[in-house]
């Protein structure tokens, strides 16, 4: 059964929920005022090692999509975690399109060299960007 059909057995009516968890493959961003701090720290470690493992793992030429699409999906969860971030916040963004992308082919697919160099580069700008974000905090 999909989810699809599973929803619209249950009558559940959500387009944005549906939008963001099925078409874009992420939930949505987490917004609050009552940040705790140790709350904070550990995921911008998690963002952090998520960041690096991903990118290791295109550097070490991992390219088929059931490699890479969970990796940037904790990876965009971390980011998604993280409060008081933008709304047009570049790495969210980033990371976001390449999801997309992988969720829109096959598991067994790969992404080509082309791809590969654009992801590698589209992560490690989303890092730095990410940094200065963390350090004008």
């Not at 009558?11 to 917004?31: F, H, N, S, W």
């Not at 998520?50 to 290791?56: A, E, N, R, V």
Request: include cysteine; proline fraction near 5%; glycine fraction near 2%.
């Amino acid at each position: 059964m999909t989810t699809e059909t599973f929803m619209e057995l249950y009558q559940m009516d959500c387009p944005r929920a549906t939008e963001r968890l099925l078409k874009m493959g992420v939930p949505e961003p987490i917004k609050g005022s009552n940040v705790d701090t140790g709350a904070v720290a550990v995921t911008v470690a998690e963002a952090v090692q998520h960041f690096i493992t991903t990118m290791d793992a295109v550097k070490l030429d991992q390219r088929a999509v059931d490699e890479l699409q969970p990796l940037l999906s904790d990876l965009m969860d971390s980011l998604t975690r993280l409060p008081e971030t933008p709304n047009d916040f570049d790495p969210n963004h980033k990371v976001q399109k390449w999801l997309q992308k992988l969720n829109a082919m096959r598991a067994v697919e790969q992404i080509d060299e082309d791809d590969a160099r654009q992801l590698y580069h589209d992560l490690d700008s989303a890092y730095a960007e990410f940094t200065r974000y963390l350090k004008r905090k």
